[in-house]
């Protein structure tokens, strides 16, 4: 019997209990629903989460641990049932099962929570680990200071990372530089000007942007957009022969992050109260003044934390950077030349027959640490402004 099968069983099982709980107290009570210290079908619901939470934590911890993989669908099955005929009998009309069935939820809840807390920490430590194997083989020194990144799996590799982080912040904060203006004034012509015909329909196309797959993007980047960069602005201006780029990348990345931007600004701006408006117009200001000097202020918390989500998400970006910007990694300020990022690195490390004890392999590990600090550091400053703001317009 495989795991999925007594999983079924266990849900299964978990639903009989549902119903079968409420029918035995009223039949204790011979139809009697005064006598009962809780709606039945909160009996129902006690007795299901009674059979349902403990089974799946069996199921996920063993799934996971991989311990006893022949036995666990029998243990599974065996504590299912056993749950099932105590939760049967334990339905009497003096148990409180709305009281049992809230705990269940809340410990539900809790888990839940922990699920995402645990997860985040489990990958802090694999990448932590590997990383620290990795500085076992290959001096910490040369990987943050050195400027050439050159890997070599028959040895003599240069994995300085400086090159790939100047990428990394040179293509995603240009592509900022582009994303942002445009969707945070998309966001205050929708939320201040647009009328609703417009708003309905202009919200939704700009919303379709974020829908779009980036393989999609990088395909557009690569045939159509750096062509054009290269023919009309590149060449004839001497910067460059090459359709990839850092300007190609981030225009194209910039056109993707606009909706993060604008639908995010734009829930924030429309959740500024009325009456701050209203107190603007009243006392004379204009419109454009209002905007400025009280819409955009009372919700600039929130339009950073918009700014934050596409920065993170620019950051991360793979398939626009490995189809617009070339894999070059190079310190250079001219937006024309190919460079690459972080995240193309980690990918092209750890694809391909390679020994995974190599420093050229163990570096992605180094390069996913490396990428995780500088995010969590911008979040941190995000929030730092975030919480400045607030207590000012509060």
């Known amino acids: 019997m495989s795991l999925s099968t007594s999983v ?10 549902y119903y079968v709980a409420p029918r035995r107290v009223l039949f204790l009570t011979n139809g009697d629903r005064r006598s009962l210290s809780a709606l039945p079908r909160q009996y129902g619901l006690s007795a299901g989460l009674n059979v349902f939470l403990p089974t799946m934590l069996v199921a996920f911890i063993g799934g996971l641990s991989g311990y006893g993989s022949e036995m666990l669908p029998v243990i599974v099955i065996v504590i299912a049932i056993a749950m099932f005929v105590w939760s049967i009998f334990q339905t009497r009309p003096d148990f409180r099962a709305r009281n049992n069935a809230e705990r269940l939820i809340t410990l539900f ?35 943050f200071f050195s400027a050439e990144w050159s890997p070599n799996f028959r040895g003599n590799s240069a994995l ?5 982080l100047w990428g990394t912040l040179y293509i995603s904060f240009t592509a900022l530089i582009f994303a942002v203006p445009i969707g945070l004034f998309a966001a205050i012509y929708l939320s201040e000007y647009a009328g609703p015909r417009m708003r309905s329909v202009a919200k939704p196309a700009i919303e379709i942007l974020a829908g779009i797959p980036t393989i999609v993007y990088g395909l557009f980047a690569l045939i159509t957009v750096g062509p054009f960069l290269r023919d009309y602005f590149a060449a004839p201006l001497g910067l460059g ?18 909706p993060f931007v604008s639908s995010l600004s734009d829930d924030i701006i429309n959740a500024v109260p009325q009456t701050m408006r209203d107190g603007s117009l009243g006392l004379g200001a204009t ?24 920065a993170s998400r620019a950051i991360g970006e793979t398939m ?73 317009y509060e």
């Open 320 to 392: 626009i950077v490995v189809l617009g910007a070339g894999a070059a990694a190079r310190l250079s300020l001219n937006p024309f030349e190919a460079m690459t990022t972080v995240t193309v690195k980690i990918v092209s490390q750890l694809t391909g027959d390679t020994d995974f004890a190599s420093p050229e392999t163990l570096v992605a590990f180094a390069l996913g640490l490396t990428l995780f600090v500088i995010t969590l550091c911008l979040n941190v400053f995000a929030l730092y402004i975030v919480r400045k703001y607030q207590e000012q």
């Open 287 to 310: 419109k454009s003044e209002t905007i400025r000097k009280v819409v955009i202020p009372a919700a600039l918390p929130g339009i950073v934390g918009a700014i934050l989500l596409a």
């Open 109 to 143: 809840l809790i888990g839940a929570s922990a699920v995402a807390i645990f997860t985040t920490i489990g990958i802090v430590l694999s990448m932590l680990f590997e990383t620290m194997n990795f500085f076992r083989d290959y001096s910490w020194t040369d990987f």
């Open 8 to 17: 079924i069983i266990a849900i299964g099982l978990s639903i009989l209990a």
């Open 160 to 164: 300085g990372i400086l090159p790939l």
């Open 241 to 258: 022969q090459s359709a990839s780029s850092v300007m190609t990348a981030a225009l194209v990345m910039g056109v993707m992050l606009i």
